[in-house]
């Protein structure tokens, strides 16, 4: 089955990430990590050549944010990142499957996740 589009993705007034699926999941990232995870090929070179902590200066790197998002197809979402980098799409696949294992969320209690939302947009 494949991954649902997100209800709401909000990433103002902090740091963090926090994409509501259709499916009523949550899920946080930080926005840094995401950006050194950006799934273009340029950025998939350098990471190679370069290594994951390094292939952005870590003082590009701290100030980097999310300045908006556009849907890409039924699939993905692309970032608009405030150093001016656009070119990655990060897949609804791709951020379920970072949710489970890369990027470990905000801890938040299991079990109460019944179709509340917020209009975040
Ligand atoms: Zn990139």
Known sequence: MPAP???????TGSELLR???SDGRETVFQQTALRRACP???CRRQREELGPDRFIPPSILE????QRTAPVGR???????SDGHDAGIYTF????????????TEGRSPGSGSGRSRDAG
Not at 75 to 81: D, M, S, T
Not at 94 to 102: E, G, I, P, S, Y
């Open 5 to 11: 589009p997100p209800r709401s993705v909000d990433y």
């Open 19 to 21: 994409i509501t699926w």
């Open 40 to 42: 273009c090929a340029v």
């Open 63 to 66: 100030k980097v944010h999310v």
């Open 75 to 81: 699939y993905g979402i692309k970032i608009f990142w």
């Open 93 to 104: 696949q791709m951020l379920r499957d970072w949710a489970d294992a890369v990027i470990p």
